[in-house]
């Protein structure tokens, strides 16, 4: 079976929107109806976050939902658990995203295994560095179908990026910004010149911005520079307020895609 990530970049090239959440947040249970729920509402793609007690990249809000999903009791053992019939319910592709040392404790083999019986398609470590995946755990990876997404920085080099793109084969994961995950009001011009740079790079695999996006500004503007744009810490918050999780998951949805209608 082909890849769903790379059939979705087949099927629809441009305003993908990639929505994360963390696992076990706000309550432990609702993990998988907050995955129909974006499905149903029209997001493309779904981030789901394995909490962890150091998430270095996250600012406050993901950190926040972090240490409440660990106090709730969200585990990698108990998230495989709750997804294990989640691709009769769901057909969009799913990304686990999370931190190395938990991946590590629970054993990588095992992990990317899990991961493909489940129906993951690609996974975000963005503390395990590009030379140690090529090196020790990419046959995991390949073995079990699954796409391990990259992240680059404004600080990244040309050399790297174009090593980056030649080990990927799902989409690059384009931090906005050298800062942790956090809502935005805007795209900054030095931003847009760093979109643009990428842009013209014209590298084999799509690209997605995230860290920062928030609102239907952000997320149209960044797709003018790239196939898409990942939303994290303004659904954090949206799934904090009061309210149904289909209501809160809907209304979110809807603001975003209000300005992709308006483009």
Excluded: W
């Excluded at 997001?43 to 939902?65: C, H, R």
């Excluded at 769901?90 to 040392?101: C, D, E, I, Q, S």
């Excluded at 140690?132 to 391990?148: A, C, D, I, K, S």
């Amino acid at each position: 079976m082909e890849n769903r990530i790379n059939q979705l970049f087949k099927e629809k090239p441009n305003n993908i929107l990639s929505v994360y959440f963390t696992a076990g947040f706000p309550q432990l249970n609702e993990t998988e109806e907050i995955i129909v729920e974006l499905e149903k509402s029209g997001a493309d793609l779904i981030e789901i976050g394995i909490p962890f007690s150091d998430p270095v990249a996250d600012g406050p809000t993901i950190q926040k939902s972090s240490d409440k999903a660990l106090k709730n009791g969200m585990s990698i053992k108990l998230l495989f658990e709750q997804l294990k019939d989640i691709r009769q319910k769901v057909k969009l592709p799913l990304v686990l995203m999370g931190y190395f040392n938990n991946v590590l404790q629970y054993g990588v083999e095992d992990f990317c295994r899990k991961a493909n019986e489940i129906g993951i398609d690609g996974i975000i470590l963005p503390d395990l560095p590009l030379e140690v995946y090529e090196n020790e755990y990419r046959p995991f990876f390949e073995q079990n179908n699954l796409r391990n997404i990259f992240l680059i920085t404004p600080q990244t080099s040309e050399a790297r990026i174009r090593k980056i793109d030649d080990l990927s084969n799902g989409f690059i994961y384009m931090v906005s910004s050298s800062s942790t995950t956090g809502a935005k009001s805007n795209v900054t011009e030095q931003q847009e010149a760093y979109f643009k740079r990428i842009q013209e790079m014209n590298l084999k695999n799509p690209r997605l911005v995230g860290f920062g996006i928030s609102n239907n500004t952000t997320f149209v503007n960044s797709c003018r520079y790239s196939h898409g744009a990942i939303v994290g810490s303004a659904f954090i918050k949206a799934l904090s307020e009061e309210g149904s999780i289909s209501q809160n998951v809907k209304k979110f949805i809807d603001l975003i895609h209000s300005s992709e209608e308006n483009n």
